[in-house]
């Protein structure tokens, strides 16, 4: 019994973290605006922590490059399972108009597996939110598979 | 027997209790921000899904102060409800808050170990407030026992008023609320990405939070004794002053260990010791 209370509450008490891998800014500040109150993500549990330590859905904007590929792949080795990983944008998913810079790894998934991809340049808000919830779909789905 | 049966209800209700008043804060708060915030389960479901996470300790050390921190505070609420000393409760409620401090200690992270040295001065600062507070009930009960207390026929608020003020002081530094919200910023995202509980993670951080949920009622069951003579005026004072902590929490911003220290040492000991004057010449 208990342990199916743990496997409701995961989906219902995701926090998240936000990395900004070298965006324009403009997908994080549409992270953010859904934590004010107009969006109020708080109202599915959602909190906005500083620490992959606490983490369990890591959202990551912007292109990933040569130099902060570590730092990405460091971030996430350092959540505890089970995790879900988003790349939000059109620089998350694919890189997206930098591609084609020489410094640019691509997207997020050339590093860590991704789980959802939120496209949008920026991504809106709803979709962000949205991202989220499916994200957690996904994560209780690896869950049930791995026992 | 009926300690037994009390010592039970202590350590099974109080963390209930906790965590049912952790989700009113989370949509009181909301509330003042006009927000919706989330069901008042929200910090069951909190600690549930930490629970199930997979265990990730920097070292061992860790997982003993988490342990302890947690036991220390069960047992300290488990002597509260058994009528035990108010003495024998504070020094184990005291050894809980040193070990969770040792236990971010132990790990080398800047923020972790700024956490810990900034937890150490909270403690410091609310400790002595409650010592003597502990002292007004002697002095108005003759001893340090809880029971001596409910033989009392005028609430003790009548007696030390101040000294009820200086345990709000206590109670919000042991509430770990702003401006008092030092070592663990509210929200994990600020300076100090959670100060003391950055490398608690997992289920231990789960640990941690269940310890909090008993200390917060402990805390307020401290204050529930102030107006032991009437059941319906003591819900009044609980639940007016702990609405009053969340205005407080959500319109102050955070401060430094310095302002807190003259705060709490100058304005809370000084009501006290007037307080306890009055009550030794009275
Ligand atoms: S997707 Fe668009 S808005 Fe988002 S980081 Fe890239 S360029 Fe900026």
Not at chain 1, 140 to 146: S, T
Not at chain 2, 88 to 95: E, H, N, T
Not at chain 2, 108 to 125: D, F, H, N, T
């Given at each position: 019994?208990?342990?199916?209370?743990?496997?409701?509450?995961?989906?219902?008490?995701?926090?998240i973290?936000h990395?900004?891998c070298?965006?324009?800014?403009?997908?994080?500040?549409?992270?953010?605006a859904c934590l004010?109150?107009?969006?109020?993500?708080?109202?599915?549990?959602?909190?906005?922590?500083?620490?992959?330590k606490?983490?369990d859905?890591?959202?990551?904007?912007g292109?990933?490059?040569?130099?902060?590929?570590?730092?990405?792949k460091?971030?996430?080795?350092?959540?505890?399972e089970?995790k879900?990983?988003?790349a939000?944008?059109?620089?998350?998913?694919?890189g997206?108009?930098?591609?084609?810079?020489?410094?640019v790894?691509?997207?997020?998934?050339?590093?860590?597996?991704?789980?959802?991809?939120?496209?949008?340049?920026?991504?809106?808000?709803?979709?962000?939110?949205?991202?989220v919830?499916?994200g957690?779909?996904?994560?209780a789905?690896?869950?049930?598979?791995?026992? | 027997?009926?300690t037994?049966?009390?010592?039970?209800?202590?350590?099974?209700?109080?963390?209930l209790v906790?965590?049912?008043?952790?989700?009113l804060?989370?949509?009181?708060t909301?509330?003042?921000?006009s927000?919706?915030?989330?069901?008042i389960?929200?910090a069951?479901?909190?600690?549930?899904?930490?629970?199930?996470?997979?265990?990730?300790?920097?070292?061992?050390?860790?997982?003993?102060c988490?342990?302890?921190?947690?036991?220390?505070?069960?047992?300290?609420?488990?002597?509260?409800?058994?009528?035990?000393?108010l003495?024998?409760v504070?020094?184990?409620?005291?050894v809980?808050?040193?070990f969770?401090?040792?236990?971010?200690?132990?790990?080398?992270?800047?923020?972790?170990?700024v956490?810990?040295q900034?937890?150490?001065?909270?403690?410091?600062?609310?400790?002595?407030?409650?010592?003597?507070?502990?002292v007004?009930?002697?002095?108005?009960?003759?001893?340090?026992?809880?029971?001596?207390?409910?033989?009392?026929?005028?609430?003790?608020i009548?007696?030390m008023?101040?000294?009820y003020?200086?345990?709000?002081?206590?109670?919000?530094?042991?509430?770990r609320?702003?401006?008092?919200?030092f070592?663990?910023?509210h929200h994990?995202?600020?300076?100090?990405v959670?100060?003391v509980?950055?490398e608690?993670?997992?289920p231990y951080?789960?640990l941690?939070?269940?310890?909090h949920?008993?200390?917060?009622?402990?805390v307020?069951?401290?204050?529930?004794?102030?107006w032991?003579t009437?059941?319906?005026?003591m819900?009044?004072?609980?639940?007016?002053t702990?609405?009053?902590?969340?205005?407080?929490?959500?319109?102050m911003a955070?401060?430094?260990?310095?302002?807190?220290l003259?705060?709490?040492?100058?304005l809370?000991?000084?009501?006290?010791?007037?307080?306890?004057?009055?009550?030794?010449?009275?």
């Amino acid at each position: 019994m208990f342990g199916s209370f743990i496997k409701k509450s995961r989906a219902k008490s995701p926090w998240i973290m936000h990395f900004d891998c070298g965006s324009c800014n403009g997908c994080d500040i549409e992270v953010l605006a859904c934590l004010t109150p107009l969006y109020d993500v708080e109202r599915f549990g959602i909190i906005n922590v500083g620490n992959p330590k606490h983490a369990d859905v890591l959202l990551v904007t912007g292109t990933v490059n040569h130099r902060n590929k570590k730092v990405l792949k460091n971030i996430y080795d350092q959540m505890p399972e089970p995790k879900a990983v988003i790349a939000i944008g059109a620089c998350g998913n694919t890189g997206g108009v930098f591609r084609d810079a020489y410094n640019v790894v691509g997207g997020v998934d050339k590093v860590i597996p991704v789980d959802v991809y939120v496209p949008g340049c920026p991504a809106k808000p709803e979709a962000i939110i949205d991202g989220v919830v499916a994200g957690l779909a996904k994560f209780a789905e690896k869950v049930e598979d791995a026992g | 027997m009926n300690t037994l049966i009390l010592v039970i209800i202590g350590i099974v209700v109080a963390p209930l209790v906790g965590g049912l008043i952790a989700g009113l804060d989370r949509r009181i708060t909301a509330w003042f921000q006009s927000r919706q915030g989330p069901p008042i389960m929200q910090a069951f479901y909190d600690v549930a899904k930490l629970l199930g996470k997979e265990k990730m300790v920097v070292n061992q050390w860790q997982i003993l102060c988490a342990w302890v921190y947690l036991i220390a505070a069960a047992v300290s609420v488990a002597l509260f409800f058994a009528q035990g000393d108010l003495l024998l409760v504070f020094f184990v409620q005291a050894v809980g808050a040193v070990f969770l401090v040792m236990g971010a200690m132990a790990a080398k992270s800047p923020y972790s170990q700024v956490g810990a040295q900034r937890e150490l001065m909270q403690i410091l600062a609310y400790e002595p407030v409650l010592i003597l507070v502990f002292v007004g009930f002697f002095l108005v009960t003759g001893s340090f026992s809880i029971e001596a207390v409910w033989q009392l026929d005028q609430p003790l608020i009548a007696k030390m008023p101040l000294l009820y003020l200086a345990l709000g002081y206590a109670l919000t530094i042991k509430l770990r609320k702003s401006p008092f919200d030092f070592s663990t910023s509210h929200h994990g995202h600020q300076e100090l990405v959670k100060g003391v509980l950055t490398e608690y993670s997992g289920p231990y951080l789960a640990l941690v939070e269940i310890a909090h949920w008993y200390e917060t009622v402990l805390v307020l069951g401290l204050c529930a004794l102030f107006w032991s003579t009437n059941v319906a005026w003591m819900a009044v004072l609980l639940i007016g002053t702990y609405l009053l902590e969340i205005l407080v929490d959500n319109t102050m911003a955070r401060m430094t260990w310095r302002w807190m220290l003259k705060r709490v040492w100058l304005l809370g000991m000084g009501m006290s010791v007037v307080n306890l004057i009055w009550l030794y010449a009275g």
